[in-house]
């Protein structure tokens, strides 16, 4: 089974900046795709960003204002959020997926006030 421990949510004002970070139980060296997922309230999950061994790719609405990165020795998926927005609230999700099955976190959650 592998586990997956998001970090580094909170509460900021617009303008802000967050860093979220996912510890992963296994190598990330053997895993297809990485991402970052999140759900507002009454909506449905969306990709934030995804990273692979050869692309990375954003949601129109974060392009130019997030960054995902992956540290291989810590096991780890972080997501690097600036001029964060309103919008941006949400519960976001970690996941990783090996061969054809994907690992989901519990969940931090991201609150921008305005």
């Known amino acids: 089974q592998v586990q997956l421990v998001e970090s580094g949510g909170g509460l900021v004002q617009a303008g802000g900046s967050l860093r979220l970070s996912c510890v992963v139980s296994?190598?990330?060296?053997?895993?297809?795709?990485m991402g970052w997922y999140r759900q507002a309230p009454g909506k449905q999950r969306e990709l934030v960003a995804a990273?692979?061994?050869?692309?990375?790719n954003y949601a129109d609405s974060v392009k130019g204002r997030f960054t995902i990165s992956t540290d291989n020795a810590k096991n780890t998926v972080n997501l690097q959020m600036s001029s964060l927005k309103p919008e941006d609230t949400a519960v976001y999700y970690c996941?990783?997926?090996?061969?054809?099955?994907?690992?989901w976190g519990q969940g931090t959650q991201v609150t921008v006030s305005s």
């Open positions: 996941s990783v997926a090996y061969l054809f099955r994907a690992y």
């Open positions: 990273i692979t061994s050869s692309s990375i």
């Open positions: 296994r190598s990330i060296l053997s895993s297809n795709t």
